[in-house]
């Protein structure tokens, strides 16, 4: 073994030299000692190929899969060399043994959807292309010789899903005007899901979720017949919030994360003034420092379902968002409770995401969303956004189920002395 380590120590010094002659009479006598070496065969075939000498690569990686064949590599090698020779047979067979060694092989992967495209199978390369973006890590973070093959597939998919959709959209023209008056949204919603149009979104609360409770992005403001007189006390809300913000106390930054915590998404807004916030309820308590400068608000909210968990919830505040700031995606702590956003000030060029779906905000017209579905908020104008926002119960939850959350809220709290609380 020691002669079999020195003679390939020798061929790696050959190689760098600049003498491949010498390094492959150190292979042969390596192979004289262990015809089968795996490291000797895969050295000689990866040489092989290198120097264009595809038909002995070919030869030399069959060498190696029939002695060993465990390892994705050795598929992969043989694949590449059968495809330099145009023997697609060969290359795909070489492709399913490089699969069955690791079925999420990046290169495996892209060899096979790169076969399934020059083959012309259209629907199958797609497919192949899917698994490779699946697969991919982001582009700065792949192998700079992979990343054209990434492109490809991207590329490839978008244009695919393209012509798909707009298959789709002619297929079922017909059957849509059929249906003429009828509310097809979320089955249009499904479709663009299907075809690529649209990211699928769940809810993915960070703290408690609640099962079978459906993940509605924004709720149908029918739903919330209590929120009339919200919107009807709109410029009461206004008033008493122009008067705070006159005063100029009891503002804070929205964020407040310690310097030891990661921050993620929120660095550049962590302790800024550019989103802060004026508390009504915090973590579930009235804060009676704000409390005498918003009566009309409090009134107004005690009609309003909002939650009871100790230490969490009900919240309520004035959040404002000033000019060229941007609220990344990220979601919300527990779908049990929705959130409620009543506009109050609102300039142009303002917006709001909550999955697939982007609203803007009008003046004293509220609406109700699941943040535990991905969300983000901007303010692209030269002036400053203000939103009333507050929890409520979700509306799907019974009256035996809130107390029971109530009460669960109260057992972790004397559990745990938690009074970190949740936040919007």
């Known amino acids: 073994m020691q002669q079999l380590t020195l003679l390939e120590e020798e061929a790696t010094r050959a190689l760098q030299s600049g003498r491949p002659d010498l390094?492959?009479?150190?292979?042969?006598?390596?192979?004289?000692?262990?015809?089968?070496?795996?490291?000797?065969?895969?050295?000689?075939?990866?040489?092989?190929?290198?120097?264009?000498?595809?038909?002995?690569?070919?030869?030399?990686?069959?060498?190696?899969?029939?002695?060993?064949?465990?390892?994705?590599?050795?598929?992969?090698?043989l694949a590449m060399a059968r495809q330099k020779?145009?023997?697609?047979?060969?290359?795909?067979?070489?492709?399913?043994?490089?699969?069955?060694?690791?079925?999420?092989?990046?290169?495996?992967?892209?060899?096979?959807?790169?076969?399934l495209q020059r083959q012309g199978k259209t629907h199958l390369a797609a497919k192949a292309h899917g698994a490779v973006i699946a697969n991919a890590p982001a582009m700065d973070r792949l192998l700079p010789s992979l990343r054209p093959a990434l492109q490809q597939a991207l590329a490839f998919r978008e244009k695919y899903d393209k012509e798909f959709g707009a298959f789709m959209d002619?297929?079922?023209?017909?059957?849509?005007r059929s249906?003429?008056?009828?509310?097809?949204?979320?089955?249009?919603?499904?479709?663009?899901?299907t075809i690529g149009r649209k990211r699928r979104y769940d809810s993915q609360p960070a703290v408690y979720y609640y099962p079978n409770l459906a993940p509605i992005e924004f709720f149908d403001r029918a739903d919330f017949p209590w929120l009339d007189a919200v919107e009807a006390a709109t410029d009461d809300i206004r008033t008493e919030f122009l008067?705070?913000?006159?005063?100029?106390?009891?503002?804070?930054?929205?964020?407040?994360?310690?310097?030891?915590?990661?921050?993620?998404?929120?660095?550049?807004?962590?302790?800024?003034?550019r989103w802060s916030a004026f508390h009504i309820y915090e973590n579930g308590e009235l804060v009676q420092a704000n409390a005498p400068k918003c009566p009309k608000t409090i009134a107004?909210?005690?009609?309003?379902p909002q939650p009871a968990q100790a230490g969490r919830t009900p919240t309520a505040m004035f959040s404002l968002l000033k000019p060229k700031t941007h609220i990344p995606p990220h979601t919300g702590?527990?779908?049990?409770?929705?959130?409620?956003?009543?506009?109050?000030?609102?300039?142009?060029?303002?917006?709001?995401r909550v999955g697939n779906?982007?609203?803007?905000?009008?003046?004293?017209?509220?609406?109700?969303?699941?943040?535990?579905?991905?969300?983000?908020?901007?303010?692209?104008?030269?002036?400053?956004?203000?939103?009333?926002?507050?929890?409520?119960w979700h509306p799907h939850l019974t009256p035996p189920e809130r107390a029971m959350i109530t009460a669960m809220a109260q057992a972790i709290t004397a559990f745990s002395a938690d009074d970190q609380g949740y936040g919007l």
């Not at 020779?85 to 079925?103: F, K, S, T, V, Y």
């Not at 002619?170 to 849509?176: I, M």
């Not at 107004?300 to 309003?304: D, F, I, Q, R, V």
């Not at 943040?371 to 507050?390: G, M, P, Q, Y």
């Open 23 to 77: 390094a492959l009479k150190a292979w042969e006598k390596a192979l004289c000692i262990d015809s089968n070496n795996v490291r000797v065969l895969m050295a000689m075939g990866q040489h092989a190929f290198r120097t264009g000498e595809f038909l002995v690569a070919a030869k030399t990686m069959e060498r190696v899969v029939a002695v060993d064949g465990k390892d994705c590599q050795q598929w992969v090698n």
């Open 85 to 115: 020779m145009h023997d697609e047979l060969g290359e795909e067979e070489a492709i399913r043994g490089a699969l069955r060694a690791d079925p999420s092989d990046l290169l495996a992967l892209m060899l096979k959807a790169n076969l």
């Open 170 to 176: 002619q297929y079922l023209d017909p059957v849509f």
């Open 179 to 193: 249906f003429a008056g009828e509310d097809l949204g979320r089955f249009r919603d499904s479709l663009d899901i």
């Open 243 to 273: 008067s705070i913000l006159d005063a100029e106390q009891g503002f804070t930054p929205y964020l407040t994360y310690p310097d030891d915590v990661p921050h993620f998404q929120f660095a550049e807004l962590n302790n800024s003034p």
């Open 300 to 304: 107004l909210l005690a009609g309003c």
């Open 333 to 352: 702590v527990t779908n049990a409770r929705l959130v409620t956003h009543l506009p109050l000030i609102i300039p142009a060029d303002c917006g709001f």
């Open 357 to 392: 779906h982007t609203q803007q905000w009008e003046t004293g017209k509220a609406w109700v969303f699941d943040d535990t579905i991905e969300h983000e908020a901007w303010n692209n104008s030269d002036k400053l956004r203000v939103v009333l926002i507050f929890d409520i």
